[in-house]
């Protein structure tokens, strides 16, 4: 086992299509950023530890967390790096951690995601798969990797709804949950979008979401001061929520 492999890193520079109204990468785009390293790191490990790229079960994620020191400007060259957290044997979740560095190769910021295992073919979650255990990993825990309790929202301030459409899917054939961030971000008033930015992000991911459905946004503001902070959740037309998010604006 190559102690080398177990943390991956890769450069990501701030482009035009990732930039918000203040010219600053979205969140949405940090967390595509944070899915595409995890694939290529887990892409690789599966071909030097495996011997293979395919494998009969999917990693699903179940909660993830952004926490930004500063947001990073438009141009700017970052280098993200990631790594999974010592794998428990029997257990069915794993931890991938998240590093931000910018140029100068200063942190500014971290995430960190739990995730499990779920069987394509008896369409059923697993135990973290005996080949995986084989993997390097890396016993560093930012932010001891805590996780808030996100309730159900009774009353809201403002919903928005959509209508699921095709280029929302991923290979998976239902909506990437990254969209999810856009749906949040799209419910916040504007007054707030106009004057803050999203400094953490917090989304725990309770169902899927396929093309052609409708789903509101609803958002609580919880606090509206220096700090904003705000719940949200996403229902699906069954009434089933696909997700509840929890979000920081400075």
Known sequence: MDQQDSIF?????VKYGDIDFFGYASVMSIFNNFQEIGFNHADMLAQKYNGKREFSFAVVWTKL??????????????TYSSWISPLIKNSRIAVRNFVIQDSQ???????YGSMVFFDMIKRKSIEIPEELLLYPTHDNSLGNHEFSK????????HQITIKTRYTDLDIYRHVNNVR??????????????????????????????RNGITINSNTKI????????????????????????KTIWL
């Open 9 to 13: 890193n890769q450069k990501f520079p």
């Open 180 to 209: 999810y961030i856009n749906w949040v971000i799209d419910s916040m008033p504007l007054d707030i979008l106009k004057k803050k930015k999203c400094y953490e992000t917090e989304i725990h991911f309770l169902n899927e979401a």
């Open 105 to 111: 190769d200063k942190q500014i910021g971290y995430g």
């Open 222 to 245: 919880l606090t509206e001061n220096e700090k904003i902070t705000a719940n949200h959740e996403l229902i699906r037309e069954d009434g089933k929520p696909i997700a509840r998010v």
């Open 65 to 78: 967390k952004l926490i930004m020191k500063r947001l990073p400007k438009w141009k700017e060259a970052l």
């Open 150 to 157: 996100l309730d159900a929202i009774s009353k809201f301030d």
